[in-house]
């Protein structure tokens, strides 16, 4: 059963940056970032959202965490560096399944939320194996994505030999 998120928290935020540091990202990159997402990231710098499940415009896809931008280990700059195709698209966040959100930076799609997937065949025809492109709108702003989170009875939960499904946020959050 899947149910609708009302307060999104994240759970291991990087530390918090200034107008500057984020100022700074945008001319380093060479982009604007919406006004919506700057002040979120202010607030929340990344991190594990309360919700597992994205319901886009068109499909609902699982969601595992944001990146930092500029502090820890999976940052948005480390995450541009290794995917290729995303002209106009910063990746923002991730699922355990190589599928990526990204926001929209050029004019065309300013603000604008995709659902990226990483080819994990080379070559791979998404349309014909699944009914999708490589990249989908999923949906119209960074404030309708984060309305739209919602979460599952197995969030923080892993499966334990004999017990079943317990609570062990950490052992969650682990990369696969």
Known sequence: MITKVENITFRYSEQKLSQKKILDFEKNLGVKLPDFFVEHYKIFYGGFPNANWSEGINFTCPLRHFFSI???????????KELENLNGLLPFGMNKIMGYFCIGTDEKNFGQIFYYRK???PKIDYKKAYGMNEIELHSSDFQSFLK?????QFYGKVPKAGVGWVEDFEAYTKRW
């Open 70 to 80: 500029k502090y820890g280990e999976g940052t948005i700059e480390k995450r541009i």
């Open 119 to 121: 080819r994990p065949i």
């Open 148 to 152: 739209n989170l919602q979460a599952d």
